[in-house]
């Protein structure tokens, strides 16, 4: 079942394109459509010089991450729930999105959450979407995620530790 706080996780046979081994962080999930943020794609573009433009002095690490093919002048934190802002959406599971000024002023001066990534765009998929590729495509498979697992590795790695998540929680259904 897709709901708020859950991931999607790319099944081994979709392998090309930005949703090729991409874990996404599920945000919304109601009868207007899906709404999500792919969390282990660094962006090609470099967190410092967009912060920089922004008048901002970022020295927290580069690391932007391409969160969807959607809106991608958006710049969103998702975050464990130990921070808010003026514009924050809390999800089950302990997880968060900020996306405002405040959330870079606040970080900035220390006040931060325990764990967080920043991204640029979104993914959404129409009412039924997601539910068809899941289910008739193959294309998905969903967990329930874990702080270390969404913000402590990136790439194929944490696809992988995606993977093997979907795996535990499957096996422990039937054991």
């Known amino acids: 079942m897709v709901s708020p706080g859950k991931i999607l996780v790319a099944h081994p046979n979709l392998e090309s394109g930005l949703f090729g081994k991409s874990v996404i962080l599920i945000t919304e999930a109601h ?10 794609k660094p962006s090609p573009h470099n967190l410092n010089q967009i912060m920089q433009e922004r008048g901002i002095s970022w020295e927290l690490g580069d690391v932007l ?3 969807g093919p959607l809106n991608t002048s958006a710049l969103v934190m998702v975050h464990t729930e130990d921070f808010s802002s003026s514009n924050t959406m809390y999800l089950p599971g302990g997880l968060a ?5 405040l959330m870079i002023e606040k970080v900035l001066m220390g006040n931060r959450p325990n764990a967080f990534r920043l991204v640029t765009g979104i993914c959404s998929w129409a009412p039924g ?3 068809q590729e899941i289910n008739h495509n193959k294309s ?16 194929l790695k944490q696809w992988r530790k995606a993977l093997n998540l979907v795996a535990s929680e499957t096996t422990a259904q039937y054991f």
Do not use: C, K, R
Not at 31 to 40: A, D, H, K, L, S
Not at 140 to 155: E, Q, Y
């Open 97 to 101: 999105i900020s996306s405002d000024e």
């Open 65 to 67: 991450y391409q969160g």
């Open 31 to 40: 009868q207007t459509g899906t709404v999500g943020f792919i969390m282990n």
């Open 129 to 131: 979407q997601i539910q």
């Open 140 to 155: 998905w498979l969903t967990a329930t995620p874990n702080d270390a697992m969404l913000f402590n590795s990136t790439g």
